[in-house]
């Protein structure tokens, strides 16, 4: 039912801010019970979770990255955002965006989106 699809640029400079957007569709980012979720993956790496934002506006962070994260939501357009700040190519990866029940109970993904963070 609930399909979730990521946008943004492929490709963002050293010490830019990355912006990727995540749009809903059939299901509501205010229903009770759902965290929306960004979790990325680097080359030859495991999936990271990043941090999520609960359909009461709270959100919650890696602690690894929690200093340049923001996640925000716009719920008159069905979306949620993912600001990171002071990207570096570490930060290269397919972003994913994901409806979640709780910690680990991911329902729904995104296909996710590749960034390549390169001047």
């Known amino acids: 039912q609930v399909q979730l699809q990521e946008s943004g640029p492929g490709l963002v400079e050293p010490w830019q801010t990355l912006i990727l957007t995540c749009t809903v569709s059939?299901?509501?980012?205010?229903?009770?019970?759902?965290?929306w979720t960004w979790i990325r993956q680097a080359p030859g790496k495991g999936l990271e979770w990043m941090g999520c934002i609960g359909y009461s506006g709270a959100t919650d962070y890696s602690p690894r990255l929690k200093s340049r994260t923001v996640i925000s939501r716009d719920t008159s357009k069905s979306q949620f955002t993912l600001q990171l700040t002071s990207v570096t190519p570490e930060d290269t990866a397919v972003y994913y965006c994901v409806k979640a029940r709780g910690d680990y109970m991911y329902e729904n993904w995104g296909q996710g989106t590749q960034v390549t963070v390169s001047s």
């Open positions: 059939g299901g509501s980012i205010k229903s009770n019970g759902y965290y």
